[in-house]
């Protein structure tokens, strides 16, 4: 059974109130160096895995993408990205990442943000993205990094005093399922190495063309000093691939 935690009530109106949520792609730590790696998407079809509220969706056609299909598994996330939209370019599906079936081809881009941690069959959605690629086309992902995912805690270690001592990381080789706690209770990750992330695209023929852990810019920090903390390890790792 595929988690879909997002259409629980709880955990959507607790994701609402994140600055991703509210603020858009500005508001995404990791957008400035997940957009620097964007091909040029004008007159390019573009497939969204795991699309959200739609902002990579209505970035594409902001660059005058030709046409943009976000997936998504939830159903209060595509109402809301559907409120949001005014452009009959972009076509939202609900479905699950693992089940889309697409023509062989058919795209010039496929992106996904912060999702594939979430999907059991890493490999697999690899083989269904290079089958739908056009050759040369581009897949460009971001995922949560093995360090963030290594623990079940995924936290900080903490002094008697409150204050963070470090981030501590274990089990990194045993790649199994993590139950988590991620604005509520019981969600399920699924913790990958870096080197199976980067193995299992070269395996199905993919070319790598940059691998990014990005770090919150001196501007974030300015304006949320918690962010410094950001800096102590990575929180995102960003892959782009080329078929």
């Not at 009959?88 to 010039?108: C, G, H, R, V, W």
Request: with cysteine; proline share 5%; charged share 30%.
């Amino acid at each position: 059974m595929k988690q879909n935690k997002y259409d629980d009530a709880v955990f959507f109106s607790e994701y609402e109130k994140m600055p991703r949520s509210v603020k858009g792609l500005e508001g995404a730590g990791e957008w400035p160096v997940l957009k620097s790696l964007f091909p040029e998407l004008k007159n390019k079809s573009v497939l969204d895995l795991g699309c959200g509220f739609g902002w990579h969706c209505r970035y594409a056609r902001e660059h005058q993408a030709s046409s943009v299909i976000g997936v998504d598994i939830s159903e209060k996330m595509l109402e809301t990205a559907r409120e949001k939209t005014d452009d009959p370019l972009i076509t939202y599906i609900k479905m699950p990442i693992e089940d889309i079936n697409f023509s062989d081809a058919q795209f010039d881009v496929v992106i996904s943000s912060l999702a594939f941690h979430y999907i059991k069959s890493f490999d697999t959605i690899c083989e269904k993205v290079y089958q739908y690629l056009k050759p040369g086309g581009s897949f460009i992902f971001s995922v949560e990094h093995p360090i963030f995912t290594s623990r079940d805690e995924q936290d900080w270690y903490y002094d008697d005093q409150g204050n963070r001592l470090h981030w501590p990381v274990d089990n990194y080789q045993s790649e199994e399922v993590r139950n988590t706690t991620f604005l509520t209770e019981n969600v399920i990750k699924y913790h990958r190495t870096i080197s199976t992330y980067i193995n299992d695209l070269i395996h199905i023929g993919f070319k790598i063309k940059a691998v990014k852990e990005p770090m919150a810019t001196e501007e974030m920090v300015r304006n949320d000093p918690g962010m410094k903390d950001e800096n102590r390890r990575p929180m995102f790792l960003i892959i782009s691939v080329e078929k």
